[in-house]
């Protein structure tokens, strides 16, 4: 059961790539996403919300199981950067635009760390590693919907 959590929260592999692993793990994310274009809003939102829940407990726990091993917060863990890509795109049109451009936002508030993000990974543990994510997901959220707003990347 253990190498189950490894497996989710290293992304499948995606954080063992050598460069910019939060990049290759949001990247996988959004590529995952994009299959729900084609189906229908409320399922392709809700698909998104469950699988951003069940991905966040995993990590969490995973960072737990293995910190000792790991450190407190690994770089190859990269299920917390599934978590706010996915989060990111949750009420947005599901379009290549709005992918792209979610992706952009998303990696840009989970390396600026604005407003509170940095005090949510001061959390301890794995929900400290996730949360922050979480909450980067948000603000990219409410950027993309803002773009869309004025831009309507659909």
Known sequence: MSKFYQIIAIGFGAGKL????GTWGA???AL????LMWVDSF???LTLILVAILFSFICAKAVDMFADEWGED???VVADEMVGMWLTLVGNPL???????GFLFFRFFDIVKPLGVRRLEAIPGGWGVVLDDVLAG???????????LYFNLS
Do not use: C, D, E
């Open 43 to 45: 399922w392709a939102r």
């Open 18 to 21: 050598p460069v910019a692993p």
């Open 27 to 29: 990247a996988l994310a």
């Open 95 to 101: 379009t290549l635009g709005n992918i792209a451009f």
């Open 32 to 35: 995952m996403a994009a299959p």
């Open 138 to 148: 948000v603000y990219a959220n409410i950027a993309l919907q803002i773009v869309n």
């Open 74 to 76: 690994p770089s190859h």
